[in-house]
Every structure is written in C-alpha cells, then in structure tokens.
C-alpha cells in the first residue's frame, strides 16, 4: 500500500490602512476562501504528481527485482517528463505502508 498526503487551505490575512488626515487607524481582516475551481486544480495537479510518483515507483521496483545481485550502490531514481530524462534521486515519493 502506498500512502501520499496532500491539502489546500484557504488563506487569511490583514492588512492596516491610515486616514492620515482624519488620524483614524483601520484593521481590515480579509480571507481568500476555496471555491469549486481551486479543487478542480487542485484534483488535476494531484492527479499529476500521483502519476508521477507511480512512474517512479514502478521504474525503481522494477530496478529492484532485477538487479538484485548487483554489488554497487543502487541509488533511487526519477524520470522527469518534462526533459525526458532520468536522473538520480528523488525529490519526494510514496510512503510504503506494510
């Protein structure tokens, strides 16, 4: 089983404003809620990194069962889609849960 976290949340702020002239002080709270769209980017960029991450996943598996006697030090390794290219180690990956 494999296990990746992942959140959105809304973001909350204040900022002051000054009437120099009127010598009045304002502290004005604003909040940016989430709406539909933000968990629709959010589902599509989960839905990339999983793939990503599964990619990896299932490359370094198959590394694993195959060279199994080999003697130098296997380091993990990630396919980056964009350069299409594979390089060594990994930025984040899936917790494996027994």
């Known amino acids: 089983m ?6 959105i949340s809304d973001e909350a702020g204040q900022y002051i404003s000054l009437e120099f002239y009127n010598g009045q002080f304002y502290l004005n709270d604003y909040r ?4 539909l769209d933000d968990i629709y ?4 960029a989960s839905g990339k990194k999983h793939a990503e991450l599964l990619t990896d996943y299932f490359m370094n ?4 069962r195959n060279l199994k006697n080999s003697k130098t030090v296997r380091k993990e390794m990630h396919y980056n889609r964009k350069f299409n290219k594979i390089s ?3 930025m984040e990956r899936f917790e494996v849960i027994p």
């Open 2 to 7: 494999l296990y990746l976290s992942g959140f």
């Open 32 to 35: 940016y809620t989430i709406d």
């Open 41 to 44: 980017l959010m589902a599509t």
């Open 61 to 64: 598996d198959y590394i694993r």
């Open 88 to 90: 060594a180690g990994l």
